[in-house]
């Protein structure tokens, strides 16, 4: 079986270290160029990462646009969900547009508890009064700067507002996790359905898209949408909602008074977070071999006499392929439990002894096995 050595170099910081045989040889070269080992799916040594993809002749696939509609996992759609809510029960920002300004800080500031704006910003989130806007968030004191600071502010010089509630990641994240929710909330309230909408609309339309479940169904209590979205009443979400259905934004509405059931519509089924994949299952082989036998009584068993077979089959495989088998080949070969089995001990102690009679050698080297001395000994008799 393959070695690796784990004391060979050290990786830099923030890097994995690249996992290699301890002894590169003829064998490993051989095995990597063989036809036949490629037929059987073998082209890669065991541990070593797999290799690159042959590049393809031709003109180069074209680059995804930046901002192409693109899903969110549920652990992000999670977060964002957990940001959403917190600003909700804070009650910060008391109508959709500093509601929306709120979230926005919420989710640029997640990490360090401050975030950079700029007057531009204000422009893009559309607000219809800026200066409202960022007067409510600031008199409760959740955001530290001034309106004037805010609005006046340059690329070269933009406002740094502290959020205090938020210091020290309180949320426990990454850069990655925040920076996809906050991506999301812009291309959603930035979809070509909501162009030109007031933010009362977009905001609500992006509340309940972030409701959805994998799939695109959504299910949420109509009192918590307004509460999320800073609605003044059923009334108002209740116009909304038949806005929303009107622009085919969500889909087959039920509204019992108390939930709403919805799908999102087919422009907008890619906001629905990801389902999370299902875990690969670890490969398993059974046993065939009484486990509660001594690994040495089970290798008798399945070795028997047939040792001088083993380095006979060895010393072929080699003639015919050019290099050795690797344990996993000759296991298969003879019956013995796979690595994946629980009673692979027996195999362990079959090529020990092997090695140990004197049978097989090249242990220790990738695909490097080939018949040792017994073997000459016995031609030789």
Known sequence: MTQHNEA??????????????????????????????????????????????????GPPPPTPHPNRDLPITLHKMEFLREVWAYVASKQVGSDPDSRYLALVCALRGAIRGAVYLLGQDMRILRLEDPHASLSDLIASGWLVTTP??????????????????????????????????SGWVGRAMGHKKMRKKPNRLRLTGTYLASCAAPGGRIRVPRVEVTVACALSGPDEL????????RIEWIVSVRDDGAVIEAELGETTAWLAPLAPAPPTAP???????????????????LLGERAGEVALWVDRYRSDH??????????????WPPRSAPDHDVT??????????????????????????????????
């Open 8 to 57: 060979a170099g050290t990786a830099p910081a923030g890097q994995v270290q690249q996992p290699r045989f301890h002894r590169p040889n003829p064998d490993l070269a051989a095995a990597m160029e063989c036809v036949r080992c490629h037929e059987d799916g073998v082209v890669n040594p065991p541990g070593w990462p797999p290799k690159p993809p042959k590049r393809r002749e």
């Open 148 to 181: 004037e600071r805010v609005i006046e502010s340059h690329p070269s010089d933009p406002a740094l507002c502290g959020l205090p509630d938020m210091e020290g990641n309180p949320w426990d994240i990454g850069q990655g996790v925040r920076s996809r929710a």
């Open 238 to 245: 209740t116009e909304l909602l038949e806005w929303l259905e």
């Open 283 to 301: 490969r398993v082989s059974p046993a065939t071999t009484p486990l509660d036998a001594p690994a040495a009584e089970r290798a008798d068993e």
């Open 322 to 335: 050019g290099h050795g088998p690797s344990w996993s080949t000759v296991a298969e070969r003879f019956g």
């Open 348 to 381: 362990q102690e079959i090529f020990e002894r092997l090695e140990r009679e004197g049978w097989l050698a090249g242990f220790g080297v990738p695909f490097g096995l080939r018949p040792g001395a017994a073997l000459d000994r016995e031609n030789a008799a």
